[in-house]
C-alpha cells in the first residue's frame, strides 16, 4: 500500500524559507512524476510544482521563482524549497503523483506566513 508522509512545514515570517520533504513507500517512486499541492483554509486544493520522473520541473504562475522542486530517486523523496515566502503560500501542502494512480493522499504539513 503507497504511503505518502510529508514533513517540513511551520510558521515563517514573509520573506522566510521553508524545505518540505515527502517521503513516498509501496511503490515504485521513481517511475513516477511526483507533484506538490496545497490547500489554504475555504478553498480548493492547487497546484503548486511537479518534478517528472527524470527530474524535469514545472511551476504554477504563483510561485514561479520562488520554489524549486527535486527528488532524490535513491531516498524516495520529493522535495519543495520554498523561498520569499508570502502569506499567501499559507495552505497545508500535499504531494502526490501527478497521474492519480496513488490512491491516497498523505496527511499534509501545515505552512503558515505570518508576521
Known amino acids: 500500500q503507497v504511503q505518502l508522509v510529508e514533513s517540513g512545514g511551520g510558521l515563517v515570517q514573509p520573506g522566510g524559507s521553508l524545505r518540505l520533504s515527502c517521503v513516498v513507500s509501496?511503490?515504485?517512486?521513481?517511475?513516477?512524476?511526483m507533484g506538490w499541492y496545497r490547500q489554504a483554509p475555504g478553498k480548493q486544493r492547487e497546484f503548486v510544482a511537479a518534478?517528472?520522473?527524470?527530474?524535469?520541473?514545472n511551476y504554477a504562475d504563483s510561485v514561479k521563482g520562488r520554489f524549486t522542486i527535486s527528488r532524490d530517486n535513491a531516498k524516495n523523496t520529493v522535495y519543495l524549497q520554498m523561498n520569499s515566502l508570502k502569506p499567501e503560500d499559507t495552505a497545508v501542502y500535499y504531494c502526490?503523483?501527478?497521474?492519480?494512480?496513488?490512491?491516497?493522499w498523505g496527511q499534509g504539513t501545515q505552512v503558515t506566513v505570518s508576521s
Open positions: 509501496g511503490s515504485i517512486f521513481s517511475i513516477y512524476a
Open positions: 502526490k503523483d501527478t497521474a492519480g494512480n496513488f490512491p491516497t
Open positions: 518534478v517528472t520522473s527524470d527530474g524535469r520541473p
